[in-house]
Nanobody, 118 residues
């Protein structure tokens, strides 16, 4: 199983980034998907999640309408569109997959760095 996150980078505050996660080695349409992030010295936290049939999405409280998670079951991809980025959004972002929920992934990707400058 591989989850390959990409799309991170350096962006100014107020800017946007779109993260992508390519998934292989499992039946993608059977897995709930989530994005998480870990800032230096802090615990990994839930950012956003989407259910297998895209009929349920969930977001961390700090997102407040700025981020949108989506998935393409035909391409085995999950995305995180991040707008109005803030310096406190700086972190390594990880995608995760699980058969039962979006909050506790069984499989993890390697992470992609997002840095937001003020």
């Amino acid at each position: 199983v591989q989850l390959q996150a990409s799309g991170g980078g350096l962006v100014q505050a107020g800017g946007s980034l779109r993260l992508s996660c390519a998934v292989s080695g499992l039946t993608f349409s059977a897995y709930h998907m989530g994005w998480f992030r870990q800032a230096p010295g802090k615990e990994r936290v839930f950012v956003a999640g989407v259910s297998v049939r895209v009929n349920f999405t969930s977001y961390g409280d700090f997102v407040k309408g700025r981020f949108t998670i989506s998935r393409d079951n035909a391409k085995n991809m999950v995305y995180l569109q991040m707008n109005s980025l803030k310096p406190e959004d700086t972190a390594v972002y990880y995608c995760g997959a699980d058969r039962t929920n979006v909050w506790t992934p069984h499989y993890w990707g390697q992470g992609t760095q997002v840095t937001v400058s003020s």
